[in-house]
């Protein structure tokens, strides 16, 4: 059973830097496409990173040069380093799996998700 685990969120201020982790069971990410989600209060989900099965990566725009994702096959783990922290950064950050791991992983349609892990940055 495909299953994802997110830790790391936290109180941090702005500038400041966390690191969100991605943990999975039941498959090994090395096939697969992950993403990070994350829902600031009243708005819509909005995708913040993916990396894919051949590690190539997307940012979006207002994080890019802030934030990093990466994975760790071994540790069948996936973290996205945050730096840089704005108050705009607050939200609930998901993250998310397909097996269509090559393809590009910001227009996948993930099916597996995880709890979420919240993310809140003071001014």
């Known amino acids: 059973q495909v299953h994802l685990v997110e830790s790391g969120g936290g109180l941090a201020q702005s500038g400041g830097s966390l690191r969100l982790s991605c943990a999975a069971s039941?498959?090994?990410?090395?096939?697969?496409?992950i993403a990070w989600f994350r829902q600031a209060p009243g708005k819509e989900r909005e995708i913040v990173s993916c990396?894919?099965?051949?590690?190539?990566?997307y940012y979006v725009d207002s994080v890019k040069g802030r934030f990093a994702i990466s994975r760790a096959n071994a540790e069948n783990t996936v973290y996205l380093q945050m730096d840089s922290l704005k108050p705009e950064d607050t939200a609930v950050y998901y993250c998310?799996?397909?097996?269509?791991?090559?393809?590009?992983?910001?227009?996948?349609?993930?099916?597996?998700w995880g709890q979420g892990t919240r993310v809140t940055v003071s001014s």
């Open positions: 998310a799996t397909d097996e269509r791991g090559g393809s590009a992983c910001e227009w996948i349609p993930y099916e597996t």
């Open positions: 039941g498959f090994s990410l090395d096939y697969y496409a």
């Open positions: 990396i894919n099965s051949a590690d190539a990566t």
